[in-house]
């Protein structure tokens, strides 16, 4: 019997997560939280589907193994393969940033032009085109794989020029096809909103998965009857698979804040 005083559970591949967990935080800040970065096994966009829903059912037992209420897969390749599994699984709640994306984008364009960003494994995986074509199967939808995106975030270049430059290349498609909106298909491309801003100028909408997604579990926390009532700021626990300290150094960059404690774990046991 799930109550609302238990915990939100999320899970991602390694960091790029964080950028939710800022968003929920925002929009939730009286909420549990426990994270779980996989980052011994990041990243997930160039791996094959049946071990990320190998990964991803792992993320989601130790999670549930902790009492939490429902599942955020806060990773856009994770929820591309493994979103229908674990609702399959699980005997809980569990959002994927895959249709929240899709419904502001469909929302917010125009021209029926929508352009999606996003690692090899989200790309090729058809999710997010699948998802917007069903909403509206007139709107045009073009994709680009930003494979080094998360790899230069992690290395905190984000503001690099050298990242300003590949961007360049990776977004020449926008310009080409003539969008007005793009998602922004990855977890960890928020902290490159800037760079991917300067370069598109204002005619091109950005659709922050992380915004939507957590706008989306509040919506799903209200109707299920399962908000915390508790008028204290909410309690954040962080694990991970690997790399403790470099999480932990990173994470602030993520949430503008300390993230502790960061705790160690195997999750081969799960």
């Known amino acids: 019997m799930k109550t609302n005083s238990q915990p939100i559970g999320i899970f991602d591949s390694?960091?790029?997560?964080?950028?939710?967990?800022?968003?929920?935080?925002?929009?939730?800040?009286?909420?549990?939280?426990?994270?779980?970065?996989?980052t011994?096994?990041?990243?997930?966009?160039?791996?094959?589907?049946?071990?990320?829903?190998k990964y991803a059912l792992q993320n989601a037992k130790f999670l549930t193994n902790k009492k939490v209420k429902c599942v955020v897969i806060a990773c856009n390749t994770a929820a591309a393969f493994s979103l229908e599994k674990l609702n399959e699984s699980?005997?809980?709640?569990?959002?994927?940033?895959?249709?929240?994306?899709?419904?502001?984008?469909?929302?917010?364009?125009?021209?029926?032009?929508?352009?999606?960003i996003g690692t090899t494994g989200t790309i090729e995986s058809n999710a997010y085109v699948k998802a917007i074509k069903r909403l509206n199967q007139s709107i045009?939808?073009?994709?680009?794989?930003?494979?080094?995106?998360?790899?230069?975030?992690?290395?905190?270049?984000?503001?690099?020029?050298?990242?300003?430059?590949?961007a360049e290349i990776y977004l020449r498609f926008c310009f080409e096809k003539s969008i007005d909106t793009l998602i922004l298909?990855?977890?960890?491309?928020?902290?490159?909103?800037?760079?991917?801003?300067?370069?598109?100028g204002p005619e091109i909408f950005l659709i922050d998965s992380a915004i939507t997604l957590a706008e989306k579990l509040a919506g799903?926390?209200?109707?299920?009857?399962?908000?915390?009532?508790?008028?204290?700021?909410?309690?954040?626990?962080?694990f991970v698979t690997d790399m403790p300290k470099k999480f932990y150094n990173l994470g602030k960059l993520f949430l503008k804040e300390n993230v502790f404690p960061v705790e160690h774990i195997d999750i081969t046991n799960y």
Do not use: M
């Not at 005997?91 to 999606?116: D, H």
């Not at 995106?149 to 503001?159: G, I, K, N, R, T």
């Open 40 to 53: 011994a096994r990041v990243p997930y966009g160039e791996k094959c589907p049946e071990t990320v829903i």
């Open 185 to 200: 298909g990855c977890t960890h491309y928020p902290l490159l909103k800037k760079i991917i801003s300067d370069i598109l």
């Open 90 to 116: 699980l005997s809980l709640s569990c959002l994927g940033v895959i249709e929240p994306g899709a419904e502001a984008a469909v929302k917010a364009t125009r021209s029926g032009k929508i352009g999606i």
């Open 14 to 38: 390694g960091l790029g997560g964080l950028t939710v967990i800022k968003e929920i935080i925002h929009l939730l800040p009286h909420e549990d939280l426990i994270y779980l970065g996989d």
């Open 220 to 238: 799903l926390l209200i109707k299920e009857g399962l908000l915390n009532s508790q008028s204290l700021q909410g309690k954040h626990t962080f």
């Open 140 to 166: 045009e939808v073009f994709c680009q794989a930003c494979p080094l995106f998360v790899p230069l975030v992690e290395e905190a270049w984000h503001v690099h020029p050298i990242t300003h430059q590949i």
